[in-house]
Structure formats: structure tokens, C-alpha cells
């Protein structure tokens, strides 16, 4: 196998993790959408600091286990939560 036939092989598979991870989040998106409609018809905040921490901290170690940086894992969850609570103020506001 050449050069380009591994980096294809490489892209190939990074492409395959990327529609995954697109899909995941797609899924995820579907349910804090569920989530933040109970919450508006329960009046409850739409962010929870206290659930937000312990995500946070358990991802990390998540991270930490799977050999991943957990400052980038935090980065990466920090801006999920920051779009969800955004979607949930939305959805709260009749936005």
C-alpha cells in the first residue's frame, strides 16, 4: 500500500467518526429538546449548575481513562451545555 492509499484509509475512517459524532450529538440535541420542553412547562430554570458540575467532572475522568486531555473534553461539554441552555431559554421564552 502506498503513501495516498493510507492517508485515504486515515480519511476514510476520520469521515466515518465524523458523520457518527454528527448523528450522536444529533440524538443528544433531540432529547435536551424534550428536556428543556418539560422544563418550561415544569418552570424550571433552564441551566443546572449542580448537574452541569457533576458532568463535567465525571467526563473528565471519562476522559481521563480513554487517554483524551479532559481540559479539551471540559471545552468540548462546556460548549454542548452552553448551546442547550440557550435552546432551553429559548424554548422558555417562546422564542
Given amino acids: 500500500m502506498n503513501d495516498a492509499d493510507t492517508l485515504a484509509r486515515f480519511r476514510d475512517s ?3 467518526i465524523d458523520a457518527a459524532l454528527v448523528f450522536m450529538l444529533a440524538e443528544r440535541f433531540k432529547i435536551t429538546q424534550a428536556v428543556g420542553e418539560f422544563k418550561a412547562k415544569s418552570s424550571l430554570p433552564p441551566a443546572d449548575p449542580a448537574r452541569e458540575e457533576n458532568q463535567i467532572q ?3 475522568q471519562l476522559a481521563r481513562d ?3 486531555d479532559p481540559d479539551f473534553t471540559e471545552k468540548f461539554l ?3 451545555i ?3 441552555i440557550r435552546h432551553h431559554q429559548q424554548i422558555r421564552d417562546g422564542s
Fill in 78 to 80: 462546556r460548549f454542548i
Fill in 14 to 16: 476520520i469521515d466515518n
Fill in 66 to 68: 480513554a487517554k483524551l
Fill in 58 to 60: 465525571r467526563l473528565r
Fill in 82 to 84: 452552553d448551546e442547550v
